[in-house]
């Protein structure tokens, strides 16, 4: 490889990075990240790490780790939106490196570096940046096991160590689940390449014991806050283990949908999900993809390929059967995809290559146009400059990176996730943040009257508006409970429309603020559209009542 492709290579991943730390300045999303947001922004004002509440009460759902980290950040720079997003990015970032160490010191630094570039500017990663999830931790802590427990084929205990830690990591993120991308890639490599003595040497079962001994944090505070309490009404119901919980009900439980949480699973889910997840590589990726059952275009690949294969497709098989799925799951095998993709597209040559820079060209155009008709519709404030910046991105690409090589490829394809980067960062998250009402209301409110006592009547999603505004809201389910505080001073609460009537019936109500709300998270056209947006828009109110 010669230092003008590891040059590009290192610029492509530079910016790439680079206009990802515009996310870092946006706001908080609902549900579930303002909801994490919140957990932690308690943490802090409780100065209580060991027990998770939500709205004043007991919450049981996801370990501790997301918390702590979010938690820790606002100890350093303040409870705010930047606190909260920056670990998840520089844990990303992190990831990008240890993908880049795997594929190095299985293939070579070329298949390191575009690996690394692909994961980064993938779809998925790029939203995840804005919208905080815990999914980018667990796929740097799975990540970070597999590196360090494939060095440990060197019989290094360091690395035994280090990969018991970061598997506990990611167990401590999402549950016991996620040793399966961790493992199930290495047993099934060792069986098939009949390194049976593998599975019985000790430093496999002292990486499992490690494990165990690195989680203790999480199960402490799990059994201090509900094993010791089953008087605690968690789910509706007393008499419930938080060590159960975490493992069985939250991982077995979801995946055969005979736990607490149930979902709705369709075993194609994750095949379309990732068509989108993964753009600008999905295509390629599927190529790639049937490309392996080809035994030629494996012959000439490293034994460990196997690895990497199989924790990707058991991983994939698992989501896939599991009646829970959520679209960001996909994130955890990512890294998998990326070096899968990274293998196939060095060789690209001739007719294929050629093919593939028609469907990346044509690919770019539409997503430029796609996006340009979404400023038009959504009436951004400087839709024409988000435009102007799409298709100058677009234009300097083709004009620099021309030829047929693979690099020119790579670097075509990089520039669209750059453009699609700045224009949701830039222009298309701020515009629609601006209908999360809970959000607009916490500002508002800290802004005006920084003294107020925060409250929620009837709205059992307002997480952003708990983040934002000071302090820790009260919540009111009832009007009975409001009566209790309605003479309490400074006291400010935030309603939906709905309560407003009865309100103004019950009390002498003093309106505010009103503050538009749609769920952004689900955009329709109707939303996107801006002459039929009015529709479809519900209305959140701040009111103090006398």
């Not at 920084?450 to 809201?473: C, I, Q, R, T, W």
């Not at 009537?501 to 309106?511: A, F, S």
């Amino acid at each position: 490889m010669n230092l003008k492709d590891t040059t590009l290579y290192k610029i492509l991943i530079a910016l790439i990075a680079l206009v990802s730390v515009l996310a870092l300045f946006g706001g908080v999303m609902e549900p579930d990240s303002a909801l994490y947001a919140s957990i932690a922004k308690n943490m802090v004002l409780r100065n209580d790490w060991v027990s998770i509440y939500v709205r004043g009460a007991d919450w049981l759902d996801k370990p501790h780790l997301t918390f702590w980290l979010a938690a820790a950040s606002f100890k350093v720079f303040g409870i705010t939106a930047f606190a909260y997003k920056l670990p998840s990015f520089l844990f990303g970032l992190l990831g990008a490196w240890y993908l880049y160490k795997l594929a190095k010191d299985i293939y070579n630094e070329k298949t390191g570096l575009i690996s690394a570039l692909i994961f980064l500017s993938s779809l998925h990663i790029l939203i995840s940046t804005f919208d905080v999830r815990a999914e980018v931790y667990i796929t740097t802590f799975t990540l970070a096991a597999i590196y360090h427990y494939y060095k440990a084929h060197q019989d290094s205990f360091l690395h035994v160590v280090a990969g018991s830690f970061f598997a506990a990591c990611a167990i401590m993120i999402k549950g016991i689940f996620v040793l399966i991308p961790v493992f199930g890639g290495f047993i099934i490599y060792w069986l098939l390449t009949k390194q049976f003595k593998q599975l019985l040497k000790p430093k496999w079962w002292i990486a499992i014991a490690l494990i165990f001994i690195f989680i203790i944090p999480e199960l402490y505070t799990l059994y201090v806050q509900f094993d010791l309490h089953p008087e605690k009404v968690v789910f509706g119901k007393t008499g419930v283990s938080g060590l159960k919980f975490f493992f069985w009900d939250s991982q077995f439980g979801r995946f055969f949908n005979n736990g607490p949480i149930k979902g709705k699973g369709d075993i194609s889910f994750f095949l379309h999900t990732t068509l989108w997840a993964f753009l600008p590589w999905s295509i390629l990726f599927y190529t790639a993809v049937v490309n392996l059952f080809k035994k030629k275009n494996r012959i000439d690949l490293p034994a460990e390929s196997i690895m990497i294969w199989t924790s990707a497709a058991i991983t994939f098989l698992l989501f896939s059967l599991s009646k829970f799925q959520l679209p960001h799951y996909i994130l955890i095998i990512l890294p998998q995809f990326a070096i899968i993709t990274a293998l196939y597209l060095q060789k690209l040559e001739g007719k294929s290559l050629k093919i593939f820079f028609t469907i990346q060209n044509v690919l770019a155009v539409l997503i430029v146009l796609i996006l340009s008709a979404v400023a038009v519709f959504f009436g951004f404030t400087n839709n024409y400059i988000a435009i102007a910046v799409l298709v100058i991105l677009l234009t300097v690409s083709f004009l620099i990176f021309k030829g047929l090589k693979t690099e020119n490829l790579l670097a075509r394809s990089t520039m669209i996730s750059v453009g699609l980067m700045i224009f949701l960062s830039a222009f298309f998250y701020p515009s629609v943040l601006k209908y999360e009402s809970g959000m607009q209301a916490g500002k508002w409110l800290k802004e005006n009257y920084p003294k107020a006592k925060a409250a929620v009547l009837m709205h059992p999603d307002a997480y952003s508006f708990d983040f934002y505004a000071n302090g820790e809201p009260k919540y009111f389910w009832s009007y009975e409970e409001l009566n209790k505080s309605k003479d309490e001073k400074d006291l400010v609460i935030y309603t939906p429309e709905s309560e407003l009537e009865r309100l103004k019936t019950e009390y002498h109500v003093e309106l505010l603020k009103s503050f538009e709300y749609y769920h952004i998270t689900k955009l329709t056209g109707k939303f996107i559209n801006a002459k039929t947006r009015p529709q479809i828009i519900a209305h959140f109110y701040l009111v103090k009542i006398h």
